[in-house]
């Protein structure tokens, strides 16, 4: 099989198209002839060693993200047949319930090989059926980002008709989040650098737009244009930088769910008073279970909602699908078709 790896940790430059030996299923498991696969911040990391002694050394298959149709089965599977559709989840062994360090340490494209390649074993519980209503791009797109919006939005969020959900950007997470606060009923304002993206979630039915380039104290801003009254659920995504405006955005008793970092990871001027006075909950979400993803998937399936793609690589140009992410001109998921 073809497989692209990791062959030194320098960016895209260190993506090398290798051929592999074809894969075979066990007991208990499930070989897939992968389709496709998405791109998410954390792969850029990953490309440039960012996770240290917590990722595969050498020759790492890289990417979180995929869907395919099932190849073959081992003894023992009967949740799976041959020619079904199905879909990874993100961490293989968290099933249900709250997480553990054994369930956070089961992800793909990190500490193992990924979904970079053309065929791949997994345990059957590590899998779900694809929703007739989306492709195998679109299923491949849902894992990380859209579990992790599901989770914040829907699952922690607890998100209900008239809530107000503030969400960072166009990337991936942000659009799903858009897309499942909107379901729930709420309000949602978004925030972007650019007011071509900004006119594009509109249309998505984003409520308020803010241009955080040119309203840098946005925090100030999203509390005007609701009344005063402040935000429910804060999806923060950029981290060191834009934190201190989040902490002013939520309202007395509402949520940040902590996310992303795409800003940086440490931050030296968050205002304490701001969260123990005002009892504001600041949630950390990192995806979510396999009970999640099917509870997301039912809801997508029944609304006919559907990923956001900005574009899609052949398998060969994988380094310049990792290159498009990085320059952050993207509006929704970068995804590489195999």
């Known amino acids: 099989m ?86 990874a989840l993100f961490y293989a062994d968290w099933l249900a319930g709250a997480s553990s360090d054994a369930a956070l340490d089961s992800d793909w494209g990190r500490g193992r090989d990924g979904m970079l390649c053309e065929f791949k074993v997994f345990p059957a519980h590590a899998l779900v ?25 829907i699952r922690h969020g607890q998100c209900k008709p008239g809530d107000i959900v503030l969400t960072q950007g166009t990337g991936g997470v942000s659009l799903f989040a ?40 946005w925090g100030t801003e999203a509390r005007y244009v609701v009344g005063g009254r402040g935000i429910d659920n804060v999806i923060e995504l950029g981290g060191a930088e834009t934190l201190k405006q989040s902490l002013i955005a939520v309202r007395p008793g509402g949520t940040l769910s902590l996310i992303g970092v795409l800003s940086g990871a440490k931050v030296g ?25 099917r509870a997301m998937l039912r809801a997508m399936e029944m609304h006919a909602i559907k990923p956001t793609i900005d574009h899609v690589f052949p398998m060969a140009d994988a380094a310049d699908a990792f290159r498009h992410l990085e320059a952050g001109a993207h509006f929704g998921k970068v995804c590489i078709e195999i």
């Open 2 to 87: 073809k497989a692209v790896v990791l062959a030194n940790a320098c960016g895209p430059d260190g993506l090398t198209l290798v051929d592999r030996p074809d894969p075979e299923p066990g007991p208990g498991e499930v070989l897939v002839r992968l389709r496709a696969a998405s791109l998410n911040f954390r792969d850029t990391l990953l490309l440039k060693g960012g996770y240290r002694s917590k990722q595969k050394a050498a020759d790492l298959i890289p990417l979180s993200d995929g869907a395919g149709e099932v190849a073959a089965v081992g003894v023992g599977v009967d949740a799976f047949k041959l020619g079904d559709r199905v879909t």
């Open 129 to 153: 059926p694809t929703p007739a209503t989306l492709s195998d791009v679109e299923a491949a797109a849902l894992p990380c980002a859209a579990l992790t919006a599901w989770v914040a939005v």
């Open 178 to 217: 858009l897309q499942f606060a909107k379901l729930a009923g709420a309000e949602v304002i978004v925030t972007s650098s650019s007011d071509a993206k900004l006119d594009r979630v509109r249309a998505m039915g984003a409520d308020h737009c803010i241009n955080y380039r040119t309203t840098p104290t």
């Open 269 to 293: 001027d968050v205002l304490l008073p701001f969260i123990v006075t005002r009892e504001v909950r600041l949630q950390g979400i990192t995806v979510g279970s396999g009970e999640d993803m």
